[in-house]
């Protein structure tokens, strides 16, 4: 008999599709029990542990492009859980320890990225995930954007200002370096310092890419920072790389870490190309870490070809100086008139005036003895009067003032006589005899000036402080003079 469909079932009510007629009895109206199916049981685990297979199979490896969305960060366990999802579904993400570790790429809510996994299923919620080996932004423009929007922010907070800048000392004894021990940046820049001018280097070993190296540089820079003996320059260096390898560098608490740093810091992030919102912050930017080193030190034998240069000149300015103070001293020296002849007058005067004191003193005396023994006559009036108090008093006065003038002209005579005399020691040769020098006359008396014109044989006068003696002129085997 055909299948019939649509049956009425009195018991029931509704529409019944049966496939066979003798599924139901049409007298008792009961539906009569299906034949069993071959078909294996399963359990439910059995099931969704299937459905993973089916899935890890299908999809052994896919690349999704979505929204990071719900990240946290890694777990206390070190795995990272988190959504992608775009304008239509909803995608679970796991990120297990391992791969988490290795990744290069800066992990952010709402940041489009493109993961490479593989699609499995978390058979205790019934829900499938992906698991991600491998996770990168969507594009540049990503990562641009963030990065644009990052240094609007920062620069809004006057941390590139100019004029923060610190400038950079000109020879530092200490110089703090923020990189990677293993690289081969420390290397070009330590070679470098040796080349220039060799210093004291303290090298901060920090991870330069990945999750933690913002955190280990910022602390590398507060951590210089805080020392005792702070370095006097901070070199920040790694080496290039892509936008996300260099991301760490874009970090906010690097930026604010150099914004906030004491010490000049040069920034040595990546090729000249490459920029990060360290090199903003930072007091100097150098291209590579290369020319940090460059920066951080001038060249020790530029330096010492400069000193010589600037003692050179010194010397010839010095010399050129006392050469014009020579000439002018020569100069002036033959303006001067000969000693003798500013002299002979004052000792013309001085020598007229000692003959004449012994006679002029005599016959003052005498003048002042006529004088006193006239006023003494006049005042011969009588026994009686010369006993008046008053007779006496007036004798007495005219003693005293002709007493004191005496000692006054003879006091002022002598004070004029020994300052001429001094005078006259003082200009006159005898006190340059006294020294240890001589003079040296010919036969008439007359001093020699020099020795060109003294023949051999030639009769000598030589007067010292203490006397003269005579001498004949010989020649010096030596050097052909006269002596």
């Known amino acids: 008999m055909a299948p019939l469909s649509g049956m009425m079932c009195p018991q029931f009510k509704g529409i019944f599709h049966l496939t066979n007629l003798s599924d139901y009895d049409p007298e008792t109206g009961e ?8 078909q294996t049981e399963q359990s439910v685990s059995e099931l969704s542990h299937a459905l993973k297979r089916t899935l890890e199979d299908r999809f052994g490896q896919v690349r999704v492009r979505g929204e990071i969305s719900g990240y ?3 777990h206390s366990s070190g795995h990272c859980y988190f959504s992608l999802k775009d304008e239509g579904a909803k995608l679970d993400a796991i990120i297990w320890r391992g791969s988490f570790t290795r990744l290069r790429a800066k992990m952010q809510d709402g940041l489009e990225v493109i993961a490479t996994g593989k699609i499995s299923s978390y058979p205790n919620k019934s829900s499938y995930q992906i698991i991600i080996e491998n996770i990168e932004p969507a594009g540049a423009g990503a990562l641009m954007a963030l990065l644009e929007e990052r240094r609007k922010k920062l620069a809004g907070e006057g941390l590139f200002d100019a004029e923060r800048k610190r400038p950079l000392p000109y020879l530092p004894q200490l110089i703090g370096i923020i990189t990677s021990p293993t690289g081969a940046v420390i290397r070009d820049i330590l070679h470098r310092l040796n080349d220039r001018f060799p210093r004291h280097v303290i090298v901060w070993p920090v991870r330069v890419q990945g999750e933690t190296a913002a955190a280990e540089v910022a602390a590398a820079i507060h951590g210089f920072n805080a020392m005792a003996q702070k370095p006097d320059l901070l070199i920040v260096a790694r080496g ?15 930026v604010r870490a150099a914004a906030e740093s004491q010490i000049p810091l040069i920034s040595a992030i990546g090729h000249e190309t490459d920029t990060t919102l360290l090199d903003h912050a930072a007091d100097w930017r150098a291209p590579t870490p290369t020319a940090a080193a460059e920066r951080a030190v001038p060249v020790r034998a ?5 000193l010589a240069s600037l003692n050179a000149r010194q010397k010839r300015g010095l010399s050129r100086v ?18 003798d002849t500013i002299l002979g007058l004052a000792r013309q005067r001085l020598d007229g005036a000692g003959a004449k004191l ?3 003193l005599k016959a003052n005396l005498q003048t002042h003895s006529v004088s006193l023994a006239r006023q003494s006559g006049r005042l011969n009036l009588g026994p009686l009067q010369l006993r008046t108090r008053e007779s006496r ?18 006091t002022k005579t002598r004070d004029r006589l020994s300052t001429e005399t001094k005078l006259m020691a003082a200009l006159g040769y005898k006190s340059v005899l006294a020294r240890g020098f001589a003079v040296i006359r010919d036969s008439a008396g007359q001093p020699l000036r020099g020795v060109a014109k003294i023949a051999d044989g030639t009769a000598l006068q030589i007067e010292m402080h203490d006397g003269q003696m005579a001498a004949l002129a010989k020649p010096a085997k030596s050097q052909g003079k006269l002596f």
Do not use: M, T, Y
């Not at 539906?31 to 071959?38: G, M, R, T, V, W």
């Open 31 to 38: 539906i009569l029990e299906a034949p069993k199916s071959n």
């Open 72 to 74: 946290k960060g890694a």
């Open 240 to 254: 290039g790389g892509s936008l996300e390898d260099l991301w760490p560098f874009n970090e906010e608490s690097v």
């Open 302 to 306: 530029d330096l010492i070809a400069e």
């Open 322 to 339: 006392f050469s014009e103070v020579k000439l002018r001293l020569q100069s002036a020296a033959r303006a001067l008139p000969n000693p």
């Open 358 to 360: 012994p006679r002029a």
């Open 393 to 410: 008093r007036r004798i007495g006065e005219l003693h005293q003032r002709s007493a004191r003038g005496l000692n006054q002209f003879i």
